[in-house]
């Protein structure tokens, strides 16, 4: 333009302004097409993001059918065997089984886990402990009071607020008042955890063995050891190849169980119409009322065997990780629930015409054309069901672990593209002994049938009452709704669970037995570990004690670096005054080092570490709190150490640009933040503003050069200081600290300390093995405390 108007000027005519105004209309109108060609550019755009959205969305749904729905879709191998175990007396209790089958996967899979208890999830977690972690955050219900306020300013750490007169904050004060009602809600967390632990022993044996009982029906011959044997094997087998782990097998699951829901179904429209079509007035709940009207205890009973076609719904909350819930959701409403229906529908019609072919009713059901392809998958599907629900069971061992609730065990993790993928050697292997002394023991669906339904009838019930909480404390859903939910709930499932009693004797004491083991043994564990914290607690150090002993700390300062671990994420720790009283000496350069488990599904890198100064400078005294969500693996390849002396060199830097020199309190110091400090082109950090020396900010991790004006001498010369210690060796100080029962304390907390806790102890994971802490490097202090 400006080059047009030049020429103007140098021509001086009238022209040349009208060709001027012509070029400009010509340049607005080609900005314009350029403009329209852009938007259209971005509708398209978004048009093609839209659908590839849509497109994923249905690639995650397939996907799903093999992580999550594995194990309720196989439930029609022994449904209806289980809810008539003593044959049918009268032709119409078929139509009112199938009336409850119909119902019961409407009321609780459909309505009440896939469509509400599911959007319940902690950041796509499912499970009791996810539940719990959930209330965690919006309510001090924790029994080890470890929290921090700078745990809150995690982004992973999503919580609500409540109104001061709201009924959501009045629940939260009356769990918060007594310390019963925050026990009780972790002993309710901890039987929902071992009844799903028991289902990881049960959905194997059950499923296995349903599926390998076809092979009697082509092969009368055959006897029943036989079949128990060739399920033993299969069992092994899938317990040996765990440590392989899901991911390079887990593409074969979707198919494998979307060809199983689509041959079952087909399967089913072929009975329907070749054999009675009046099943489907089992779509009446009226026939539910005239099955309960004919009276008699076996049909109250027979809800245990009806209650198994919503098996695997713990399961599929408990493997929620991997996908959106919109997936999980299309994928039941979509294929899941029609296909059972049929399935279910198609049995009912056969039975109905062969009411003596109960006992085998899937099997004898199929076509003999396709007998064998069907007996192939439904072994396949059988052992796609097992891995889901051995997965779940890692899952929820380790979170349990996060929270303080298990024995520190091996985790591995097992996949590089998803987190949630890992194996747990020590539990893989009591799985499956426990699972093969169910199958050789019991040899029978209906036993094991009874014992599975007993453990899912608990977990739901413990879901439930959780969830009622979710609702009120999470959701701030009105009490009304909250108790239109629960009721209904409660009635259905307290419904299954009064027919369950009926079978305790029938199989139904196993996933008890399991589940108060297991119990005792997370209970004990909890204990211990909360003893040892209120020990530490009570018994901290003073900073006025620190300081009186002056900056060599009334020993000799040696070359070197000093860690040293504690549970505490403030104070410094009694073992800490048990080392410097017994020993003449101490490192140069001390940290204390807190490795806290918090109530979320994972920390992100840079948010790891928090790190404070103890003292003046001249003492060279830190703490860094590493924090880790239930979901982080700590593992070999991560170089702990490394990114504590990166997370510490930065605090140094940071630091020294704030003038900051000493910090006595609990609180964390200034330790690099986005909204502290602004990267400059020249890969400078300035700072822009900042509160105090006291503000609560952890770490964050940058590539970029830490400059400053000649404020970074001393800075520079601590960093300095510390490096010469680092190299001059590090060592990482560890505290044992025995508990033991008072003299005085009575019977059963002697045997659970000074027996059970003290066993556990003995056999669980060291803390060094866990941080991969080079043995050479390890200095053990021990200390006794009574409880």
Known sequence: MAARVEAATMGGGEIDEESDERGSMWDLDQKLDQSMDEEAGRLRNMYKEKKFSALLLLQLSFQSLGV??????????????????????????????????????????????????????????????????????????????????????????????????????????????????????????????????????????????????????????????VVVLVAVVILVSLFSVQHYGTDRVGWLFAPIVFLWFLSIASIGMYNIWKHDTSVLKAFSPVYIYRYFKRGGRDRWTSLGGIMLSITGIEALFADLSHFPVSAVQIAFTAIVFPCLLLAYSGQAAYIRNHPDHVADAFYRSIPGSVYWPM????????????????????????????????PRVKVVHTSRKFLGQIYVPDINWILMILCIAVTAGFKNQSQIGNAYGTAVVIVMLVTTLLMTLIMILVWRCHWVLVLVFTVLSLVVECTYFSAMLFKVDQGGWVPLVIAAAFLLIMSVWHYGTLKRYEFEMHSRVSMAWILGLGPSLGLVRVPGVGLVYTELASGVPHIFSHFITNLPAIHSVVVFVCVKNL??????????????????????????????????????????????????????????????????????????????????????ATFDTFDSIESITPVKRVSHTVTASSQMSGGVDELEFINRCRDAGVVHIMGNTVVRARRQARLYKKIAIDYVYAFLRKICREHSVIFNVPQESLLNVGQIFYV
């Open 68 to 225: 999550v729905y594995g194990d309720l879709g196989t439930s029609p191998l022994y449904v209806f065997y289980n809810t008539f175990p003593h044959g049918i007396k009268d032709p119409e209790d078929i139509i009112g089984a199938l009336s409850l089958i119909i119902y019961s996967l409407t009321l609780i899979p459909l309505l009440k886990y896939v469509f509400v208890v599911c959007k319940a999830n902690d950041n796509g977690q499912g499970g009791t402990f996810a539940l719990y972690s959930l209330l965690c955050r919006h309510a001090k219900v924790k029994t080890i009071r470890n929290q921090h306020r700078t745990d809150e300013e995690l982004t992973t750490y999503s919580r609500s607020t409540f109104h001061e007169h709201s009924f959501a904050a009045k629940t939260k004060r009356w769990l918060e008042d007594r310390t019963s009602r925050k026990t009780a809600l972790l002993v309710l967390v901890l039987v929902g955890t071992c009844m799903v632990i028991g289902d990881g022993i049960l959905t194997p044996a059950i499923s296995v063995l349903s599926a390998a009982g076809g092979l009697r029906v082509n092969l009368p011959h055959i006897s029943n050891g």
């Open 375 to 406: 007996f192939i998958i439904a072994t396949a599907a059988a052992i796609v069901a097992s891995q889901a629900t051995i997965s779940a069971t890692f899952s929820l061992i380790k979170q349990a672990l996060a929270h303080g609730c298990f």
């Open 599 to 684: 109530p979320v599904y994972t920390v992100p890198e840079e948010e790891r570490f928090l790190v404070k100064r103890i003292g003046p400078k001249n003492f060279h005294m830190f703490r860094c709190v590493a924090r880790y969500g239930y979901g982080d693996l700590h593992k070999k390849d991560d170089d702990f150490e490394k990114r504590l002396f990166e997370s510490l060199f930065l605090f140094v830097r940071l630091e020294s640009m704030m003038e900051g020199g000493c910090s006595d309190s609990d609180d964390y110091s200034i330790c690099g933040s986005q909204n502290h400090f602004k990267e400059k082109n020249d890969n400078v």
